[in-house]
């Protein structure tokens, strides 16, 4: 079945260091995948997305990476900041109508 | 534009009562979705709407009721409260031609 998992349950980084958010997904056949960002007491919110005919895309200070041969995502946030600290769940779509989320991975920004 | 709406933001519940999560989008989205999301884990489906009138169980569906008789409210039901239903509920939508979701600000819920 789907599944969308993450290697690190929590990373720490230094301020104004690149921060990278790792993610596994077994479903070969999805095609979408969404990197959301979640502030304490606040619902999910979009970062960036990829299609799978893509293996990069980039945004303001990110930038997402899909090696679909190991079936990996990855979110890169250059120069991280004190308001990049959140939670970040990967989610993954098979042309359906639904996703499925990882478990995410709280990011610490130290000053 | 208000986006997605939820009440009430936190909830203690005894077991066995029940209570309706509201959810409004002021978007025209047709697709809706209530998640919960339970400590320290991600976002599990309970139910999902592609439309008015339209709704469909999702991973975790079991204690939960929904209906969809407008394009901008998803109630989610919950009929008989139990502890296992402590949790936070997100509700979602989005349009048909994008798969980015908008998300609410969540109710915390906590049954005793």
């Known amino acids: 079945g789907e599944s969308v998992g993450l290697h690190l349950p929590t990373l720490s980084v230094q301020e104004g260091d690149n921060s990278i958010i790792n993610c596994a997904y077994s479903?070969?056949?999805?095609?979408?995948f969404i990197w959301y960002k979640q502030e304490s007491g606040k619902g999910p919110q979009f970062i960036i997305d990829i299609r799978s005919n893509m293996d990069k895309r980039q945004g303001q200070r990110v930038t997402v990476l899909l090696n679909k041969t190991v079936k990996h995502l990855s979110l890169q946030i250059a120069a991280t900041q004190p308001g990049d600290s959140a939670v970040y769940f990967c989610a993954e779509n098979n042309y359906g109508q639904n996703f499925v989320f990882g478990p995410g991975t709280r990011l610490s920004v130290l000053p | 534009n208000a986006g997605v709406t939820q009440t009430p933001k936190f909830r203690i519940l005894k077991i066995g009562q029940s209570m309706t999560l509201q959810c409004a989008q002021d978007m025209n989205h047709n697709y809706m979705y209530w998640y919960r999301q339970d400590p320290g884990m991600g976002l599990k489906l309970i139910y999902y709407?592609?439309?008015?009138?339209?709704?469909d169980k999702g991973e975790v569906p079991n204690g939960y009721n929904v209906s969809r008789s407008t394009t901008e409210d998803f109630p989610l039901r919950l009929e008989l409260a139990a502890p296992s239903q402590t949790s936070v509920y997100f509700c979602a939508s989005r349009s048909g031609q994008q798969k980015e979701a908008f998300f609410g600000q969540g109710t915390r819920l906590t049954v005793v």
């Open positions: 479903n070969s056949a999805s095609d979408y």
């Open positions: 709407s592609v439309g008015a009138g339209i709704t």
